[in-house]
């Protein structure tokens, strides 16, 4: 996968927006790994007041479990970077929000922080609509952190596009 631009992600969050909006969905976001990335890119865009509920970044597992809450035994047993964590997370926005539609991310963006079985560039995504059930994904991707970043980016923001699409 080429490691997307700014002007790639923007034109994603553009066409998102445009879909989130004629489908009167709000979106809602949890990011772990990527620092608030995707709610700055979607809300780079004019007009995004009318479909964007919020961004909750929730880094520490203190944080995932305040804000968005991730049960202390989810972390304990399967870690920050683990499907479990993603679903509760991306369940956990929706909870906390008045959004319709959210995302969540957790990964280990590097350069350090990696293990054979989650090696660095290891990133999961969910995605959830509210009253539905969450769809979880799990990606390695290659590069630098700033490369693993944006392709995670990109990712989240094509499998928002997806959901409501």
């Known amino acids: 996968m080429p490691i997307p631009s700014d002007a790639d992600l923007g034109a994603l969050?553009?066409?998102?927006?445009?879909?989130?909006?004629a489908s009167h969905h709000r979106l809602a976001t949890a990011e772990s790994c990527t620092g608030g990335w995707i709610g700055k890119t979607v809300t780079d865009i004019a007009g995004s007041s009318s479909w964007f509920e919020c961004g909750m970044t929730a880094y520490s597992y203190e944080a995932k479990q305040a804000l968005l809450g991730v049960r202390p035994e989810t972390l304990e047993t399967h870690g920050a970077v683990s499907r479990e964590t993603v679903i509760e997370m991306v369940s956990g926005a929706l909870v906390n929000s008045g959004a319709s539609i959210a995302v969540a991310v957790t990964g280990i963006a590097g350069p350090g922080g990696g293990s054979e079985d989650k090696p660095v560039?290891?990133?999961?995504?969910?995605?959830?609509?509210r009253g539905g059930y969450a769809k979880a994904e799990v990606f390695v991707f290659q590069g630098d952190r700033d490369a693993v970043r944006r392709?995670?980016?990109?990712?989240?923001?094509?499998g928002l596009g997806a959901l409501v699409a």
């Open 121 to 129: 560039g290891t990133v999961w995504i969910g995605w959830k609509r």
């Open 151 to 158: 392709q995670t980016v990109a990712a989240a923001l094509e």
């Open 13 to 21: 969050a553009e066409q998102l927006g445009a879909h989130l909006a």
